[in-house]
């Protein structure tokens, strides 16, 4: 089921209707906190919470979830995230030569943010914002791939 539009709902509106479109479903933890992440921003305590009682779960095992995976934040950073892949195969391919560069292009402006394997090996280095992948960088693209998020 789509959720509806949630520009005007509140954040405890949003969090209900997450929980309540995944919670019956096997395995719900993941897919909320991942939505919960999209919609709101981060996953925060008061989130933490809700979604410990609504799983009967303790909030102990929800946190522990949340701070296990790096892709979960307990505040929203309203900074564009570049994700860029320092695994062996973009390194191998130079990726450490161009991180100097995009330190300065980012600034405080841009969240630079290493992560480990974009499942692009043979084509690196490579970078992801948001749901596109970008391959085969060199420092002026991924340069302006930054100056561009």
């Known amino acids: 089921m789509a959720r ?3 520009e005007s709902m ?3 509106q949003k969090l209900a209707e997450i929980v309540s479109e995944h919670q019956h479903r096997e395995g719900p933890l993941l897919p ?3 939505d919960v992440q999209h919609e709101l921003g981060c996953v925060d305590e008061e989130a933490e919470a809700y979604i410990a009682e609504a799983l009967n779960l303790s909030r ?3 946190h522990g979830v949340v701070s296990f995976y790096h892709d979960f934040k307990s505040k929203p950073d309203p900074r564009p995230e570049v994700q860029i892949c320092r695994a062996e195969s973009c390194k191998a391919r130079g990726v450490e030569a161009l991180m100097d560069g995009a330190t300065k292009a980012a600034g405080e402006r841009v969240k630079l943010t290493t992560v480990y394997c974009l499942g692009l090996c043979s084509s690196g280095p490579n970078a992801r914002v948001g ?3 970008h391959a085969r960088l ?3 693209a ?3 791939l ?3 998020a």
């Open 138 to 140: 060199d420092g002026a």
């Open 10 to 12: 509140s954040s405890q």
């Open 131 to 133: 749901d596109r992948l």
């Open 146 to 148: 930054i100056e561009n």
């Open 60 to 62: 102990a095992d929800v």
């Open 4 to 6: 509806r539009k949630t």
């Open 32 to 34: 909320i906190l991942h």
């Open 142 to 144: 991924l340069n302006k």
